[in-house]
């Protein structure tokens, strides 16, 4: 299945969603096309159970400038509704993405910009090449910050190193990103895209309801009570046990032999 979007391709195969951001000679800027484009490729994947891992990659030598600076300027009255419009498809699908129990890797090569970085550091597995930059840009035209910036990069970096992060303006380049962890592993650029994608299939052939299990429970660990949080635990893994891939795996385990899963 294949899905051409004005500015993304989303391919399934293998039960790995493979989402390719497809305008690379512009830079692959967050636009309306590119907002409307993440909020319906959420809403297919979040409607396929056979996806159980998401890939996220792009075309041309840089991952994303960020925001489309010839967009914003074009309207300057009519900026403020145009962003709201915007910004309001883009969290829509970051919101979708975040639910869903299939893990989203990213694979940044190049320049990753502005709210793109944000977009990335909402990826549950980031790789980034050696030679990837990960620019805030926001403060740099007089912005705050969206696409879940604030509470994406705090949960990578905390809260103290992702303010200075987005007020400085500040670019890490691939070694300080994976120190800070913002990206969690670096590898050469001929060597990004095979990593991804075993990475991937590593994660799509495991136990998918457990994986929406964790990636819930990471989303609320910051602002419950240590005894609600460990209720949802309770809550959780308990939804867990009953599965088709606990009970095969259990079993395995019983007998000495490899656990599969099916992903229910």
């Given at each position: 299945m294949t899905m051409n979007l004005p500015s993304m391709r989303l391919d399934v195969r293998d039960s790995v969603a493979h989402l390719t951001f497809t305008q690379g000679e512009r830079g692959?800027?967050?636009?309306?096309?590119?907002?409307?484009?993440?909020?319906?490729?959420?809403?297919?994947?979040?409607?396929?159970?056979?996806?159980?891992?998401?890939?996220?990659?792009?075309?041309?030598?840089t991952f994303s400038v960020g925001g489309d600076i010839n967009a914003f300027t074009a309207d300057l009255d009519g900026l403020p509704a145009k962003v709201t419009r915007w910004a309001g498809d883009l969290h829509d699908g970051i919101a979708r993405l975040q639910r869903l129990n299939a893990p989203v890797i990213a694979a940044v090569h190049g320049i990753c910009a502005g709210g793109m970085t944000a977009f990335v550091a909402g990826a549950d597995v980031v790789l980034a090449s050696?030679?990837?930059?990960?620019?805030?840009a926001y403060t740099g035209i007089g912005y705050s910050c969206d696409a879940g910036a604030s509470i994406m990069l705090s949960r990578r970096l905390g809260h103290a190193r992702a303010k200075r992060f987005l007020l400085l303006g500040e670019t890490?380049?691939?070694?300080?990103?994976?120190?800070?962890?913002?990206?969690?592993e670096v590898t050469a650029p001929?060597?990004?895209?095979?990593?991804?994608?075993?990475?991937?299939?590593?994660?799509?052939?495991?136990?998918?309801?457990?994986?929406?299990?964790?990636?819930?429970?990471?989303?609320?660990?910051?602002?419950?009570?240590?005894?609600?949080?460990?209720?949802?635990?309770?809550?959780?893994?308990?939804?867990?046990?009953?599965?088709?891939?606990?009970r095969g795996a259990l079993l395995a385990f019983r007998d000495k032999e490899r656990p599969t899963f099916a992903g229910r």
């Open positions: 692959n800027p967050i636009d309306g096309d590119f907002c409307a484009d993440i909020r319906t490729v959420s809403i297919e994947l979040g409607a396929r159970a056979d996806v159980r891992a998401v890939l996220v990659t792009a075309e041309g030598k050696d030679k990837a930059r990960f620019v805030s890490l380049d691939a070694a300080a990103a994976q120190a800070a962890g913002l990206a969690d001929e060597e990004l895209t095979a990593r991804a994608e075993a990475l991937a299939r590593q994660l799509a052939a495991g136990p998918s309801f457990a994986y929406g299990e964790i990636k819930r429970l990471f989303q609320t660990v910051g602002h419950e009570p240590l005894e609600a949080q460990l209720a949802l635990e309770a809550a959780s893994i308990a939804r867990s046990a009953g599965t088709q891939d606990a």
